[in-house]
């Protein structure tokens, strides 16, 4: 493999990595908030034993999100120069900006919430959970606000072979920032809401402090109720904005070759890239003109059409971003969405009818989500970043030149190996641990004594 | 003052701040394993920035943040050009946080001794390595005409960079030696108060071989003359203070002297490279500098603005969550598991 390749795999490693702990910290750190605020208005012991169970689990995971994430900070420079000069006057203003406005919140409350139990009044003490919680949804905001530049640059100007700021506000406010977000952090509650659900589903199978365990199963599929229905209409938002700023990622999300009118909707297809075919197909007529444009006679353009016209505009060139992956990732966040949906209302259901804690078949595929939640979102973030291939930023600058020309093939062997092994062994001990204190349930509490002074 | 040089000082206030208080968690992540005598030591030593370290590191982050926004081509070339070494960086730092967190979780014996290397291997690295790295960026590295380092990695570990790495790692565990006495109680605090005064002497011959030198190796502090001026006088002062504070007992003080060398002591360092942000041994016209490193004035604005005002607001409640652990760390308050 040659650099580019190698510093391509290495950061859809550590990215993909760092998108499993992020998506459940964002759900997770509103439940916890969630619970203390239960424990604070109702004084019931149960949401107090609840807060620090979920909250130990937290804090192990939310560990993990920070450490991954300052790999992010620094990896567009180390591997990524280029890239860097080219967008740094855009692109590092909300990487600034998160760090100022989100992260020293995330840290420094989260160490005020975790040591400071007997420190802080009651309020105080819940107020810094709330804004460890709204700091991490702030952080993935700022986030995206980058990323969707990425995939719809406005608001700039070339200058000298570098993309200047133009206008701010209009950066603020890109089209593509205000459908990804919601549909981002929903997307996180879900997760968050699936890993509330599901644990509590195990303790309840276990018929461990069921009693408690059944409070936060209802709170949380409240939460992953709303949250699966709006991340299903923010999708639909996402994806008719798709059609308009990056048709070729739409084409290939459907396989769609030619272009059609109307067009249907591809249920299964084998794709075939080097013959551009897709073969042995099932399509839903009519369902893509309504998923494109929201009605049943529109147009849909094919990835043909669409390449012969970029090539008019930037020279000859494949700009197809690999199909087939692409796809099928869209199939498979799609129809865990559904999947997510489904279960939550059945669970609402059971519990309208009384049956939440004694319905065995419930309560094992709650458990089964929790892992299907990640697979979700790491399928939505290939169709959203592997789409947009071979664009590094959409239509402005290849992935190919945005590499760095100083760093070569065997240093960059040493840190994607360095960096998968370590991520590795950390995601084992991550995952026993939550385990372990996942298995051990809720401590005991009284009311009034604090007993973990110093939890280090 | 222009837009730039603004930016240039936020940065180095950044990274400065983020050697002073990262600076003194280091040191105790170092000296953990050496002046506790039983686990019970350990975990208080932990505690002592438990609330603490992430915070701290932050400012790492927006250090890092804040150079990509304001001047993309400096964080570029220089995290391109330190590649391998950053790279050892960012390890170090995933273990240690990853240490701190863990640690008291399980009881085992061995999952506490992992713990305990990868906190102190994971203070000792960077404390190491980013003395290194500034002290390269300082002589002057192997830039090209198109901004990018061409160097090897056997280039940044150049004997007097090395000398660099050692004067941060002594310095930054020296200060976290006064810090844990200033945390600690009893037996743990005449430890480290010893080790705090046994140190004082190996770390100044340190410091001083290392500026001595610093007049032969560097281009950068020419201007200086003999006699080096007002900021690296305030650094050597800082330093000799600290004798004298430790030695009347005032640990509080020789805390405030250690922070001012290093706050002095980094300052002279930036006030040398102003206004190049990466000075190239190749050729004076391949320097990196803070008006052709620099993102647009707009950008620029921006940043200003917001930094303006988040950063009094940052410094306010960091401030505060210090003042809320303002009690020392003791034996009995941790738990027995």
């Known amino acids: 493999m040659e650099a580019l390749e190698l510093a391509r795999w290495q950061f859809g490693i550590t990215t993909v990595y760092h998108f499993i702990f992020v998506p459940l910290t964002l759900g997770l750190s509103v439940l916890v ?89 009651k309020a105080v003490h819940l107020a810094c959970i709330w804004l460890v919680a709204i700091a991490s949804n702030l952080s993935a905001v700022w986030i995206l606000m980058a990323n969707s530049w990425m995939q719809v640059p406005v608001g700039y100007e070339l200058v000298g072979g570098r993309a200047e700021l133009a206008d701010f506000i209009a950066i603020l ?64 938002d996402q994806a008719q904005e798709t059609v308009k700023t990056q048709p070729m990622k739409m084409a290939a999300m459907e396989g769609l070759w030619e272009t059609e009118q109307p067009a249907g909707f591809s249920l299964f297809a084998i794709i075939n890239q080097q013959e551009g075919t897709s073969s042995r197909e099932i399509r839903l007529p009519y369902m893509l003109s309504v998923l494109a444009h929201n009605n049943v006679t529109s147009e849909v353009r094919g990835m043909n059409d669409i390449q012969a016209e ?107 190996i360095g960096f998968t092994f370590v991520y590795g062994v950390l995601a084992v001990a991550a995952f026993y641990l939550v385990w372990y204190f996942g298995k051990q349930g809720a401590h005991e509490e009284e009311e009034g004594v604090e007993t973990n002074l110093h939890t280090y | ?92 730092l995933i273990v240690r946080a990853v240490g701190f967190e863990f640690r008291s979780k399980m009881k085992e014996r061995w999952w506490r001794l992992t713990a ?10 960077p404390a190491f390595l980013w003395g290194v790295a500034f002290t390269n960026i300082v002589i002057g590295l192997p830039i090209g005409e198109d901004m990018n380092f061409t160097g090897t990695l056997p280039a940044l570990l150049n004997p007097y960079a090395l000398l660099g790495g050692l004067v941060s790692l002594v310095m930054f565990t020296l200060h976290g030696a006064i810090f844990l006495s200033l945390r600690t109680t009893d037996e743990l605090k005449a430890r ?53 504070f430790m030695n009347i007992n005032r640990f509080g003080y020789a805390f405030a002297a250690t922070g001012a060398t290093i706050v002095f002591g980094s300052l002279v360092v930036f006030q040398g490279m102003f206004p190049l942000v990466m000075p190239s041994s190749l050729d004076p016209d391949f320097h990196l500098t803070i008006y052709n490193a620099s993102s647009s004035d707009l950008t620029l604005t921006i940043m200003s603005v917001l930094a303006i005002i988040f950063v009094p607001i940052i410094l306010a409640y960091q401030g505060w969550s210090y003042w809320v652990f303002r009690e020392r760390v003791t034996r009995d308050a941790i738990p027995r598991s």
Do not use: C
């Open chain 1, 310 to 416: 970029m090539e008019e505009i930037h020279g000859p060139g494949d700009y197809l971003p690999p199909v087939a992956i692409v796809y099928w990732s869209f199939r498979i966040m799609v129809g865990l969405g559904v999947l997510f949906i489904i279960v939550a209302f059945w669970g609402l259901w059971l519990w309208w009818k009384g049956k939440l804690q004694d319905h065995g078949l419930f309560l094992k595929t709650s458990i089964v989500m929790i892992f299907l939640t990640f697979l979700a979102n790491t399928a939505g973030w290939m169709v959203a970043e592997m789409g947009r291939q071979p664009w590094v930023v959409y239509e402005l600058l290849l992935t190919a030149d945005g590499v760095s020309p100083s760093v070569f093939k065997n240093s960059i062997w040493i840190t994607m």
């Open chain 2, 116 to 125: 305990d290397h990868f906190i102190f291997w994971g203070s000792v690295l």
């Open chain 2, 1 to 92: 003052m222009d837009l730039q040089t603004f930016w240039f000082i936020l940065i180095a206030v950044l990274f400065i701040g983020y050697f002073f208080l990262e600076g003194f968690d280091f040191g105790v992540g170092i000296l953990m394993p050496f002046v506790s005598k039983d686990e019970v030591d350990r975990r208080v030593t932990i505690n002592t920035i438990g609330p603490f370290w992430d915070a701290n590191e932050v400012w790492l982050i927006t250090a890092g943040g804040a150079m990509f926004a304001a001047f993309p081509h400096w964080y570029a070339t220089l995290f391109s050009g330190f590649y391998l070494p950053l790279f050892l960086i960012l390890l170090a």
């Open chain 2, 192 to 244: 480290v108060e010893k080790t705090a005064k046994l140190m004082w002497i190996p770390v100044g011959v340190i410091l001083l071989t290392f500026a001595l030198l610093g007049y032969r190796q560097t281009i950068l502090f020419e201007e200086f003359g003999i006699i080096p001026g007002t900021l690296p006088m305030i650094a050597i002062v800082s330093f000799l203070a600290v004798i004298v």
């Open chain 1, 33 to 121: 908030a969630i619970l203390q605020t239960f424990y604070y208005r109702t004084g019931d012991i149960h949401y107090k034993m609840l807060t620090k169970y979920f909250g130990k689990l937290f804090v192990i995971i939310f560990t993990l999100g920070i450490v991954t994430g300052i790999v992010q900070e620094f990896q567009f420079g180390m591997n990524w120069s280029e890239y860097s000069r080219f967008v740094g006057d855009i692109f590092g203003i909300p990487l600034a900006i998160e760090a100022l406005t989100a992260f020293f919140i995330e840290s420094t409350f989260l160490g005020l919430w975790i040591f400071g139990w007997t420190r802080l009044p």
């Open chain 1, 173 to 236: 406010l890109n089209e593509r920032l205000l459908v990804q977000m919601p549909h981002t952090i929903l997307g996180g509650f879900i997760t968050g809401g699936m890993f509330v659900l599901g644990l509590s589903a195990w303790m309840i199978i276990r018929n461990q402090q069921a009693e408690i365990f059944l409070k936060s199963a209802k709170i949380a599929l409240v939460f992953t109720a709303v949250a699966s229905l709006l991340t299903a209409t923010t999708g639909h």
